[in-house]
């Protein structure tokens, strides 16, 4: 089964609306922490935004959001008043506790988002 | 604001020839990582390194492969006899700790090309 499931590979959104873009995942350690990259075209990650699992609120990040719903093993990123500079790969990914194995990310396949005018 | 940085940017190289690919992690991190992503598709994990010494590779991390810190500034990753295969762009990130908490930064990555 995939760890991280990402549904949606393009999206697209007008300027100054929001959208959501889904993230699903899968793992039986109690302990771990989910996060979004971004990737622009020129390629580079850039870290967005982090939830981890006992966290209580869901996080939050300028215009970076994350709806986070354990039970249902969703971290879905929503990003409020897009900017044509938003447009990129969105990437999704996690890194389990100890018993998980640890140090490594697992990644999602990605959604490129579009904004338009 | 501190940032990993990655050079070269781009290499182009020869199948079979050898590479090292070179890395500055920001100055207090102490966990390393090598990631890599074939154009089009997911990032994919390679290496963890602490404390001089690989804590975790992937399948992937076969012996072509190897990393190193040859002093207290960089972290390198040697292919030993490039593929066609191994075209991709290849991260290097860092982290202060190695819990689930905490945050991997990444640099800008280096294209490789085999040709």
């Known amino acids: 089964a995939q760890k991280i499931t990402q549904t949606q590979p393009g999206m697209f959104v007008q300027e100054k609306e929001a959208v959501t873009l889904d993230c699903t995942y899968d793992t039986s350690d109690p302990s771990y922490g989910l996060f979004w990259y971004k990737q622009p075209s020129s390629g580079e990650m850039i870290f967005l935004i982090y939830q981890g699992s006992y966290d209580q609120q869901n996080a939050t990040e300028g215009r970076y959001s994350l709806n986070f719903q354990k039970a249902r093993k969703s971290a879905n990123l929503v990003i409020s008043a897009s900017q044509l500079g938003d447009s990129a790969m969105y990437f999704c990914?996690?890194?389990?506790?100890?018993?998980?194995?640890?140090?490594?990310?697992?990644f999602g396949t990605g959604t490129q988002l579009k904004v338009e005018l | 604001e501190p940032e990993v940085t990655q050079t070269p940017s781009h290499q182009v190289t020869q199948m079979g020839q050898e590479v090292i690919l070179r890395c500055v992690p920001i100055?207090?991190?102490?966990?390393f990582y090598w990631y890599r992503q074939i154009l089009g598709q997911k990032v994919e994990f390679l290496v963890s390194f602490y404390n001089n010494e690989i804590s975790e590779k992937s399948e992937i991390f076969d012996d072509q492969f190897s990393v190193e810190r040859p002093d207290g500034s960089n972290f390198t990753l040697k292919i030993r006899s490039t593929k066609l295969e191994d075209s991709a762009m290849y991260f290097c990130a860092s982290s202060v700790g190695q819990g689930e908490t905490d945050t991997q930064y990444f640099g800008p990555g280096t294209r490789l090309t085999v040709l």
């Open positions: 990914a996690m890194r389990e506790g100890l018993t998980g194995g640890g140090n490594k990310l697992t």
């Open positions: 100055s207090n991190h102490l966990y």
